[in-house]
């Protein structure tokens, strides 16, 4: 049995309502002067440092690991629910055509089908394992990766084999845009998508995606090859409102899809049917700072009840940062969001968008996926953008390195 004792913790952000210690009208249970007990890798206690005493004495036995947090605050650790970091190739030139002023499309994703489709499997492998470590050293404990750079049965079914290497979270994203091959052949690649290349890729995938927009897929087009995946066992997620108003948002709705990506431009009725459902509507600020559109109104969304995650976008062409901190900064400044429900929204809101339980909180029953940060609260994500503030990770109760 393992077991990890954290004491002299400045502030404990468990993300539980009516948490011992914490106000009971707080949505971050945030605890003041708390401590914070592990047992083979799961959160067994948290509360008040004054009240650990008699908890220590009755569970901890043997060897324990005893960590001083001195003062400083713990987190959940961040929940990413959208990346792309399967993938080979570069596209910085792309970076510096649109900060020149060129605008943001999805026909760049092609550039990075042919690289992906040139790399090895070590090559691949070795990028994850890298974005891998370079997550957890920014506090993200628990990432999705989706395919969408191969595009071809075979090249699908590796990027979704290679990714369920390092996360149980893989969304197959094989309509991610048509394959150059199919430009003239739109049905023959949907065809191909909710045939062979879904049969090649379920079997290592949770969830399937579709970027339905503008020079991707049509709303029938993606009802089409959502409802494929999902007599396949997988779960609905989906691209929608990143480039303009369409109808994407309420074909998520309609379906019961976890997540619908990006909401940048949304309709009064894209916002009730959200607010009216439990999908969530997953924000992806990076992505406007990198390709300068407009920031998604997140104060509007939360006025109108829709839950919201928060989450990197991570990927070579439209948003090419990991950082969650980072995202939390641009949340608060761009985004109108309140340290408070930024914090939320990357943590337990990122676990509600992949339906998981077990993450995104600190409280009994949780994994022991926690953030140590040289900083006294959660505040100074925001009030210190740009500086390195994770000090230590755990990962099920284990520390992981980030140095």
């Known amino acids: 049995m393992s077991t990890l004792f954290v004491h002299g913790i400045g502030l404990l952000v468990t993300n539980e309502l009516g948490a011992r210690g914490a106000r009971p009208d707080d949505p971050l249970g945030a605890i003041p002067d708390a401590a914070l007990i592990v047992i083979d890798g799961n959160v067994v206690w948290a509360g008040p440092q004054a009240d650990a005493a008699p908890q220590v004495a009755r569970l901890l036995q043997g060897d324990v690991e005893r960590v001083d947090a001195g003062g400083r605050a713990i987190i959940p650790g961040f929940v990413d629910s959208h990346t792309h970091i399967a993938f080979a190739g570069d596209r ?3 970076f510096v055509a649109r900060m020149a002023g060129e605008r943001y499309a999805a026909g760049g994703i092609r550039s990075t089908v042919a690289a992906t489709r040139g790399a090895s499997d070590e090559q691949l492998r070795a990028t994850l394992q890298r974005f891998e470590r370079e997550l957890a050293a920014q506090g993200t404990t628990t990432f999705e990766v989706k395919t969408g750079y191969g595009l071809d049965v075979e090249n ?46 379920a079997p290592h995938s949770r969830w399937i995606d579709v970027f339905c927009e503008e020079g991707a897929f049509t709303v029938d087009e993606a009802r089409r090859i959502l409802t494929a995946g999902q007599s396949r066992g997988l779960g609905a997620r989906i691209h929608a409102g990143q480039l303009g108003v369409g109808d994407g948002v309420r074909l998520a709705v309609e379906l019961g899809a976890a997540s619908v990506d990006h909401g940048t ?8 049917a959200l607010a009216g459902s439990d999908t969530v509507c997953t ?7 990198s390709t300068k559109h407009p920031y998604p109104d997140a104060r509007a969304l939360l006025a109108a009840g829709v839950t919201l995650a928060l989450a990197s976008d991570c990927n070579p062409g439209s948003c090419f940062t990991s950082s969650m901190p980072f995202v939390i900064a641009l949340a608060v400044r761009e985004l109108g969001m309140t340290p408070d429900e930024a914090l939320w929204a ?4 990122g676990a509600r968008a992949l339906h998981r339980d077990d993450v995104g909180r600190l409280s009994p029953g949780a ?11 959660h505040v100074y994500l925001a009030y210190r953008p740009g500086v390195p503030l994770v000090r230590r990770v755990w990962k099920q109760g284990v520390e992981l390195r980030v140095a």
Request: charged residues 30%; hydrophobic residues 45%; aromatic residues 6%.
């Open 367 to 377: 994994s022991a996926d926690l953030v140590l940060l040289d900083a006294p609260s």
């Open 156 to 201: 699908e079914e590796r990027l979704a084999r290679l990714a369920r290497e390092v996360t149980d979270e893989v969304t197959f994203l094989g309509a991610h845009v048509v394959a150059p091959e199919y430009a003239d052949d739109r049905d023959g690649y949907v065809d191909l998508v909710t045939g062979p290349m879904l049969d090649a890729c």
């Open 92 to 94: 910085s030139a792309e």
């Open 265 to 272: 431009y949304l309709s009064d009725a894209d916002v009730e």
């Open 346 to 349: 990357a943590t337990a809101g």
């Open 283 to 289: 924000l992806l600020p990076g992505v406007e700072f």
